[in-house]
């Protein structure tokens, strides 16, 4: 059974270049969740689809914006990139249990290095 | 709103003692709590989780933690560290928001074990 999938593992992006991140979700999953993981941090919360819609929304500017498809999987977008988005940016997904987290399913993440 | 505070960003053991990592927390309302590691160069893996139910809750590769209400506390424990238990951990707490599930981690702690 396949778990969460990212892709690319690696990129680097110049100032001002726009990134586009890509999630496959555990199967079975239907709520994926993106996480931003700067070096030395612990995951800062980005937002969540869930049904093709945003749920919830963590406090990152509108540069970063996301999408969901109808089989789950999700795209993460950042536009604009600057040096302090450099990170490592993680997939999580997890089953819909309405306001409760039973724990989440992550992929091994996106190193995004922008110069 | 909900918080994690992990006590001690790194923390040596010899091989064979005792590993004890420090998270308190602060939720309004009666939260999930989770263990996460972190192997370098991946993504999060969870390790356990508390969800109401008994409050010592035992995980993968011989970690438990226990729920102390009175205290916010969810330490993880080990009774004999591994060298394989060399990793990053994270604490995270979940509860409702806005009728949604609300994940925040802690910074992490970084564990180093001696030979």
């Known amino acids: 059974d396949a778990g969460v999938t990212q892709s690319p593992t690696h990129l680097i992006k110049t100032r001002g270049q726009q990134v586009t991140l890509r999630c496959s979700p555990k199967s079975g999953h239907d709520t994926v969740s993106w996480y931003q993981q700067a070096l030395g941090q612990g995951p800062q919360f980005i937002f969540q689809y869930y049904e093709e819609e945003e749920r919830q929304r963590g406090n990152f500017p509108d540069r970063f914006s996301g999408h969901q498809f109808p089989n789950y999987s999700s795209e993460l977008n950042v536009n604009a990139l600057l040096l302090g988005d450099s990170a490592l940016y993680l997939c999580?997904?997890?089953?819909?249990?309405?306001?409760?987290?039973?724990?989440?399913?992550f992929g091994s993440g996106t190193r995004l290095t922008v110069v | 709103a909900q918080s994690v505070t992990q006590l001690g960003s790194h923390v040596s053991v010899s091989e064979g003692a005792l590993v004890l990592l420090r998270c308190n927390y602060s939720s309004s309302v009666p939260p999930y709590l989770f263990w996460y590691v972190q192997y370098p160069n991946q993504g999060l893996q969870l390790l356990l989780k508390?969800?109401?139910?008994?409050?010592l809750v035992k995980g993968i590769n011989g970690f438990e933690a226990e729920f102390k209400k009175s205290e916010t506390s969810f330490h993880l424990t080990k009774p004999s560290a591994h060298m394989s238990d060399a990793a990053e951990y994270f604490c995270a707490v979940s509860s409702p928001s806005g009728g949604y599930q609300k994940v925040t981690f802690g910074i992490g702690t970084k564990l180093q074990v001696i030979p």
């Open positions: 999580a997904s997890s089953q819909d249990r309405g306001p409760f987290n039973y724990g989440y399913t």
């Open positions: 508390y969800t109401s139910a008994a409050t």
